[in-house]
């Protein structure tokens, strides 16, 4: 079945920095990669998603870039802003299996002002 | 997010009890999944359903089970065969099987 991994587990950047978060997948009929971020006990909420027909996608500070080549995708955030801290996490979705999705481990991300 | 609510927010359950925790939607959607999270790791599915009465297992199914009478609910029990049940519950809904997926706010279960 799919398997997602996602690097790196933490990461830290001054604010206005840029921050990268990659993920790979095993399954290349997947076809459906969103991308939610985690603050604190709360719920995961989407921020960019990306469709295996298309090769970037960008919503003003945040992008997504997919290699399906390569099994790869990672999400791009620049100009980092403190409230950007929290857990980001990757997922894919098997082509054909109720739209269910596999994610990837987490990213802790810290913004220091 | 408010059209997908889960109940209660809190739940403490001692050694061998089942317990049901409650997700409803209305959202019209048609697709259902419960995930479990634990500390420091990502979600694991654990049911899905992508129409009323039918179910799939997901990746760690044992010692759960399911049922979709509605197309609005989806609630989960946590019987006494999950061994080591105390984590984040969280419910989540799609239009289709190909969509975005929405969020509860989830269920944090403790076994006492």
């Known amino acids: 079945g799919e398997n997602v991994e996602q690097h790196p587990s933490t990461l830290s950047v001054q604010e206005g920095d840029s921050a990268v978060i990659k993920c790979t997948y095993s399954?290349?009929?997947?076809?459906?990669f969103p991308w939610y971020k985690q603050e604190l006990g709360k719920r995961p909420q989407l921020i960019i998603d990306?469709?295996?027909?298309?090769g970037e996608k960008k919503d003003q500070r945040i992008a997504v870039t997919l290699n399906k080549t390569a099994k790869h995708f990672s999400l791009h955030i620049t100009e980092t802003q403190p409230e950007d801290s929290a857990v980001y996490f990757c997922?894919?979705?098997?082509?054909?299996?109720?739209?269910?999705?596999?994610f990837g481990q987490g990213t802790e991300l810290s913004v220091k002002p | 997010d408010g059209g997908i609510t889960q109940s209660p927010k809190y739940l403490f359950r001692k050694e061998g009890q089942n317990v049901t925790l409650s997700c409803e939607q209305n959202?019209?959607?048609?697709?259902m999944y419960w995930y479990r999270q634990d500390p420091g790791q990502g979600l694991r599915l654990i049911y899905y359903?992508?129409?009323?009465?039918?179910?799939q297992k997901g990746d760690i199914a044992e010692g759960y089970s399911v049922s979709r009478e509605k197309k609005e609910s989806f609630p989960l029990t946590v019987t006494s065969a999950q061994k080591n049940p105390t984590a984040f519950y969280l419910c989540?809904?799609?239009?289709?099987?190909?969509?975005?997926?929405?969020f509860g706010p989830g269920t944090r279960l403790t076994v006492l």
């Open positions: 959202l019209n959607h048609d697709a």
């Open positions: 399954d290349s009929a997947s076809n459906y």
């Open positions: 990306i469709r295996s027909n298309v």
């Open positions: 359903s992508q129409i009323v009465n039918d179910f």
């Open positions: 989540a809904s799609s239009m289709g099987s190909t969509g975005e997926q929405f």
């Open positions: 997922a894919a979705t098997p082509y054909n299996q109720g739209g269910k999705l596999i």
